[in-house]
């Protein structure tokens, strides 16, 4: 199974063929660590996706929680 994320629609880069700049999340409307908890394990591939993810504050503790999760299915 492959798995993508869109972690955030924040984009600091303002690529001329990307317009997800210009309508931006805020940090609390993004998927938080509660909801991707719930994500199943046993994704083969996963593709953390969006605007620009690293501007993800708690980009660490996504990433911590996909390696568990696949890890322990937990």
């Known amino acids: 199974m492959d798995l993508t994320v ?3 629609y924040r984009c600091n880069s303002k690529c001329q063929m990307c317009y997800i700049c210009q309508n931006p999340t ?3 409307e993004e998927i938080s660590l ?3 908890s719930k994500l199943p394990s046993g994704f083969d591939n996963l593709n953390v996706s969006g605007g620009e993810p690293t501007l993800r504050k708690d980009l660490g503790e996504v990433i911590d ?3 568990r999760i ?3 299915g937990k």
């Open 6 to 8: 869109i972690s955030t």
């Open 26 to 28: 805020h940090p609390k």
């Open 34 to 36: 509660e909801t991707l």
């Open 65 to 67: 929680l996909f390696v």
């Open 70 to 72: 696949n890890a322990t």
